[in-house]
T-cell receptor, first 116, second 113 residues
Framework: AQKVTQAQTEISVVEKEDVTLDCVYE???????LFWYKQPPSGELVFLIR??????QNEISGRYSWNFQKSTSSFNFTITASQVVDSAVYFC?????????????FGKGTMLLVSP | DGGITQSPKYLFRKEGQNVTLSCEQN?????MYWYRQDPGQGLRLIYY???????QKGDIAEGYSVSREKKESFPLTVTSAQKNPTAFYLC????????????FGDGTRLSIL
């Protein structure tokens, strides 16, 4: 069975601080994909990044960066110089196959509150 | 612009009543999904469909039903058998495949009267 653990339920920071959101996963698949989504107060989940299991290069996109470490089954997300607009719930998700169909297993999410 | 439309945004259900949540997409995606979100619980998969006239139960299908008569539409019915229906419901779609990100609608918030 697949599992995604986001141990941090809620994080509060002050604007301009750096913050890292942790994600640990479990899977028996050798090929899999990891995702991060952002859910602002409006409710819609917004796709941020996808990483496949064979690509361990870190990725940076503006103030966002992701650290994938297969050895520790982790896919952590760092926001540099946080802003109030970053306040949202962030979900880590893992793709898997059920009877030949691809589905996503989500973590429980980390609520990030950035105060001015 | 392409996207996923969920309606209504808010819905109230009386005891013993079935209600249907609408989900329409114009992204030409074959696969569609329904999730339930409860506070602190993340997203849990209710049903999914990868082709018209075919759908599969997810982790928490009891008390729910779906249909997939058209590629664009994947309505979810919350039946009276679902004893705790109060939650936020999200619909998603994608091109089938483990590497394809899912695109989400704005959600429907269902409450009990």
């Amino acid at each position: 069975a697949q599992k995604v653990t986001q141990a941090q339920t809620e994080i509060s920071v002050v604007e301009k601080e750096d913050v890292t959101l942790d994600c640990v996963y479990e899977t028996r698949d050798t090929t899999y994909y990891l995702f991060w989504y952002k859910q602002p107060p409006s409710g819609e989940l917004v796709f941020l990044i996808r990483r496949n299991s064979f690509d361990e290069q870190n990725e940076i996109s503006g103030r966002y960066s992701w650290n994938f470490q297969k050895s520790t089954s982790s896919f952590n997300f760092t926001i540099t110089a946080s802003q109030v607009v970053d306040s949202a719930v962030y979900f880590c998700a893992l793709s898997g196959l059920i009877s030949g169909y691809s589905t996503l297993t989500f973590g429980k999410g980390t609520m990030l509150l950035v105060s001015p | 612009d392409g996207g996923i439309t969920q309606s209504p945004k808010y819905l109230f259900r009386k005891e013993g009543q079935n209600v249907t949540l609408s989900c329409e997409q114009n992204l030409n995606h074959d696969a569609m999904y329904w999730y339930r979100q409860d506070p602190g619980q993340g997203l849990r998969l209710i049903y999914y469909s990868q082709i018209v006239n075919d759908f599969q139960k997810g982790d928490i299908a009891e008390g729910y039903s779906v249909s997939r008569e058209k590629k664009e539409s994947f309505p979810l019915t919350v039946t009276s058998a679902q004893k705790n229906p109060t939650a936020f419901y999200l619909c998603a779609s994608n091109i089938p495949g483990g590497d394809q990100p899912q695109h989400f609608g704005d959600g429907t918030r269902l409450s009990i009267l």
